[in-house]
């Protein structure tokens, strides 16, 4: 179909939806189709396929999530469990049975075991017991592979699956208890710096390291992969291993990383790290050979992506008081 095929993005308005589209766009896509949660509720099965079944599209992007940090994580579990399973089951089955032929499905590092080996190779999945404080969402991730896996398998489908390691960028959630990392010490740092407080409260002890990539180079990187010929794909996956890392290939503590960002921020203060507070799993690296083997490299630094988000942050005034959840759908 070229640039002309129809495709739809599934939680275009989210962090990664909105870079999707940016990304598509740029690469001369010129007919992608998307749907607010106000139009298309995607946890209503019969919504979801009447959708497919009058929009015949062509590939999908599969975007949607409820996502969050670790408070978030913690505090609704059920609801992170629950809404993913149904999102990427409606839309997974729902596209098989409208007849697309190509999906990406985007899952997340947390799928690997708390205590894999680093850096996390895509072999890991399944070798161990997951991280507690996010359990229930990364069950439902591994769960979206394999659907799309099962699809493949028994109907010949080329559903294919990406995991990133931890995003950021523009259009992320910035509550400062229910966002992932970054995007909560963007805002604390910055109204801390606006308040003239003396320092800024970071949870846990700032030993835990973290990969972090900004939300354009996944885009770029899901769009390579759905692009790349079936049987160069199949060449560096097997069927019931089919899922590719992609992320920045190095990491950093949670000390430095708040280091960057008071710089980027121009908070001058101190740093208080509250022990009490839980520090998730110790290490989260991603192996990224195998991304890395189909001709894909990020682009954008750490710093320079914490300054690009922090500009978009402040252009947009992003203030929502709301406990939200972490709704991208």
């Known amino acids: 179909m070229g640039n002309e095929a129809r495709i739809f993005v599934a939680g275009h308005q989210g962090m990664?939806?909105?870079?999707?589209?940016?990304?598509?766009?740029?690469?001369g896509y010129t007919n992608i189709i998307t749907r607010t949660r106000a139009e298309l509720d995607l946890t209503r099965?019969?919504?979801?396929?009447?959708?497919?079944?009058?929009?015949?599209?062509?590939?999908?992007?599969?975007?949607?999530?409820?996502?969050?940090?670790?408070?978030?994580?913690?505090?609704?579990?059920?609801?992170?469990?629950?809404?993913?399973?149904v999102i990427e089951t409606n839309v997974i089955h729902a596209a098989f049975k409208a007849g697309v032929r190509k999906?990406?499905?985007?899952?997340?590092s947390c799928i690997y075991p708390r205590e894999a080996p680093q850096p996390m190779a895509e072999e890991a999945l399944l070798t161990g017991p997951l991280e507690p404080t996010n359990e229930p969402y990364a069950i439902a991730k591994i769960a979206g592979i394999k659907l799309c896996e099962s699809y493949n398998r028994q109907h010949g489908t080329d559903y294919r699956s990406v995991m990133p390691t931890n995003l950021y960028g523009p259009h992320d959630n910035f509550h400062p208890?229910?966002?992932?990392?970054?995007?909560?010490?963007?805002?604390?740092?910055?109204?801390?710096?606006?308040?003239g407080d003396d320092e800024v409260v970071i949870w846990g002890s700032g030993e835990p390291r973290r990969e972090f990539l900004h939300v354009d180079d996944m885009a770029a990187a899901c769009v390579h992969v759905m692009e790349l010929p079936a049987d160069t794909y199949e060449a560096h996956t097997t069927p019931m291993c089919?899922?590719?890392?992609?992320?920045?290939?190095?990491?950093?503590?949670?000390?430095?990383?708040?280091?960057?960002?008071?710089?980027?921020?121009?908070?001058?203060?101190?740093?208080?790290?509250?022990t009490s507070r839980p520090d998730g799993?110790?290490?989260?690296?991603?192996?990224?050979?195998r991304i890395a083997e189909m001709g894909w490299w990020p682009q954008l630094a750490l710093k320079d992506g914490v300054q690009n988000t922090y500009l978009w942050y402040v252009a947009n005034a992003v203030r929502d008081e709301r406990p939200r959840r972490g709704d991208q759908f």
Do not use: W
Request: charged fraction near 25%; aromatic fraction near 8%; glycine fraction near 8%.
């Open 103 to 108: 999906l990406l499905f985007l899952g997340s």
């Open 242 to 274: 089919s899922h590719i890392n992609v992320g920045m290939g190095k990491d950093c503590t949670i000390r430095e990383l708040a280091e960057t960002i008071a710089r980027v921020t121009g908070f001058e203060g101190a740093l208080r790290f509250d």
């Open 177 to 195: 208890e229910n966002s992932h990392v970054i995007p909560a010490l963007i805002r604390r740092f910055h109204e801390a710096k606006e308040r």
């Open 16 to 27: 990664v939806g909105s870079g999707l589209i940016r990304r598509l766009r740029d690469v």
């Open 281 to 289: 799993a110790p290490r989260k690296l991603l192996d990224v050979m």
């Open 45 to 85: 099965q019969a919504d979801v396929e009447a959708f497919f079944a009058d929009n015949a599209i062509d590939q999908v992007y599969l975007a949607a999530a409820k996502v969050g940090g670790i408070h978030a994580n913690n505090t609704y579990p059920a609801d992170f469990i629950h809404d993913n399973l």
